[in-house]
């Protein structure tokens, strides 16, 4: 049997995603997505948005935990997966691969952190490494809290200092 070839989809997530476990305990998340296409306006001459394209997307195993853990509703994302059927105006989506798509913000994953601040937000760490006094300084000033997408007050110190490079 043939499977259907991969394709990548682009939307915004909207709404929160839902993980749910089979009997034998394997997760599963499911997700909806959502792109507005444009097409050309011949009449007005002007580009224009079309009808929207609702995806309804599940992801398995491992990529069904992590979506869960790092999808909400807002975010670009790039799904890689195949179509695997339709219902009511949904297209099904099995996904393959998901990623975050970096055109409207930035995307922080544990690797991508520097050491100190990556154990400080590892879920799993029970005490988290003391910062670094330049870090210690610039998190005592009175700051207010970021936003949702926005990046820890760390960053910006960060990116003032220069991050370091690695050779």
């Avoid at 476990?21 to 002007?46: C, H, K, M, N, Y």
């Amino acid at each position: 049997m043939l499977k259907a070839p991969t394709v990548p989809f682009i939307g915004t997530v909207t709404g929160s995603p839902e993980i749910r476990f089979t009997d034998s305990g394997i997760p599963v998340t499911r997700f909806w997505l959502t792109t507005v296409p444009s097409e050309w306006d011949a009449q007005a001459r002007q580009w224009r948005d079309a009808a929207p394209i609702h995806y309804i997307c599940t992801a398995w195993r491992d990529l069904a935990r992590n979506a869960a853990e790092s999808l909400v509703d807002g975010v670009e994302v790039i799904v890689h997966g195949r179509i695997t059927g339709a219902r009511d105006s949904n297209i099904l989506v099995s996904a393959d691969e998901i990623g975050v798509s970096l055109r409207a913000r930035i995307a922080y994953t544990a690797a991508s952190l520097p050491p100190q601040a990556a154990q400080v937000h590892t879920p799993h760490v029970s005490t988290p490494a003391p910062l670094p006094p330049a870090v210690q300084h610039a998190a005592s000033a009175p700051q207010p809290n970021p936003g949702p997408g926005q990046p820890p007050r760390w960053w910006e110190q960060k990116r003032a200092e220069g991050w370091s490079r690695r050779t």
